[in-house]
Nanobody, 118 residues
Framework: QVQLVESGGALVQAGGSLRLSCTAS????????MGWYRQAPGKQRELVAI???????NYKDSVKGRFTISRDNAKNTVYLQMNGLEPEDTAVYYC????????????WGQGTQVTVSS
């Protein structure tokens, strides 16, 4: 079973920046599209950024221009650079493969907490 480990979350003030990292056992990151998800308290988990195996990216509208997803296949790591953070970005952030034909991944890491204070 692949293990995903997210890190880099912290408490920051609005307008601040963070860089999240995600590593995995095995080669899941280096060979697959990858995504960053987040789940805020009382809300459903949502997909905020995707990067294809070739490096193409796509973002949820609310984070466009502020978040950047990237990958380093040699390090088997995917990153999420978050700038201009807003209190609405407060959530636990997870990485995983994107949904496939509407089916979401079943196995998740522990996530990393991002808290943005106003």
């Amino acid at each position: 079973q692949v293990q995903l480990v997210e890190s880099g979350g912290a408490l920051v003030q609005a307008g601040g920046s963070l860089r999240l990292s995600c590593t995995a056992s095995g080669s899941i990151i280096s060979i697959n599209p990858m995504g960053w998800y987040r789940q805020a308290p009382g809300k459903q988990r949502e997909l905020v950024a995707i990067i294809s195996s070739g490096g193409s990216t796509n973002y949820k509208d609310s984070v466009k221009g502020r978040f950047t997803i990237s990958r380093d296949n040699a390090k088997n790591t995917v990153y999420l650079q978050m700038n201009g953070l807003e209190p609405e970005d407060t959530a636990v952030y997870y990485c995983n493969i994107p949904p496939v034909m509407g089916r979401w991944p079943e196995n998740w890491g522990q996530g990393t907490q991002v808290t943005v204070s106003s």
